[in-house]
């Protein structure tokens, strides 16, 4: 049981509702902890084999909830070194933690998804947008560097260096159209259809077979990271060899030929 967090399953796809609605899903110490605390229990959760993301209420999610950090007095940064650390690593180690999981993340946005809201969103595998979306980095806006959370790694590749350069040295919003256009985005639904539209995706995934997600999913992240075709090619060969071992690739093969859906087994 979660304060800041709802969690919802439907067979194989799990819900991650950010649940502050009065405070945009604003990111509180509570919500970082049990953020962290459901990431790491989620790679040995064989149940969920697809996460969606979303925020409760009218908003993604707007970032760091700056009314519970401390107020610097006099211009001065209270607080150690090591314990700006300790803090700043608990909140930039979550989406190291998504990054780790085997499962496809989808991120369902709406409103704004501010700051580290923005950084789950570009963490997650694929992002859909409703059409009130919108999303910065909103560090660069109150005096910190813009690069935080992982955005610096995840926004250029995903958009290109120049566009993650206007964004990032300026920390203006780009909205749903536009995200969609430099494929920040999947896609853009109506926000009454953002629910249903992630559904959708997710059963598209779920027809896979689990191991073929997993393997997939770790895949483009080392690929994205290659340092060579070579060394691209030599991942997706040990993955083909490993999933053909598995029933459910005997299953895949049975069902295309019989003209029917595949019925997996994680086996």
Known sequence: MYETLQIARAEHLTWLVLNRPDALNAMSRTLIRELADFFWK????????????????R????????????QPADGAVGGSV?????????VSELVMLMRR????????VHGPAC??????????????????????????????????????????????????????????????????????????????ELETATRALAADMLRNSPIGLRLTKECLKHSIDAPSLEAAVAMEDRNQILAAQTSDFREGVVAFLQ?????????
Not at 42 to 54: E, F, K, M, N
Not at 59 to 70: H, I, T
Not at 82 to 90: F, H, I, K, V, Y
Not at 101 to 108: C, E, G, H, K, N
């Open 115 to 192: 700051g580290g809201g923005f950084a789950i969103a570009l963490a997650a595998d694929v992002r859909i947008a409703a059409e009130s979306a919108r999303m910065n980095a909103a560090f660069i806006r109150i005096g910190l560097s813009a690069c935080d959370v992982g955005v610096s790694y995840f926004l250029p590749r995903i958009v290109g260096a120049s566009v993650a350069s206007e964004l990032l040295l300026t920390g203006n919003f780009i909205d749903a159209a536009r995200a969609e256009r430099v494929g920040l985005v999947s896609r853009v639904v109506p926000d009454a």
């Open 59 to 70: 908003a993604f999610c707007a970032g760091l909830d700056l009314k519970e950090q401390p």
């Open 259 to 267: 003209k029917r859906p595949a019925r997996f087994s994680d086996g």
């Open 82 to 90: 090591q314990g700006g650390l300790r803090s700043q690593r608990e």
């Open 42 to 57: 989620l790679p040995d959760d064989r149940d969920t084999r697809v996460l969606a993301i979303r925020g409760a209420g």
């Open 101 to 108: 999981a085997p499962q496809p993340i989808i991120a369902a």
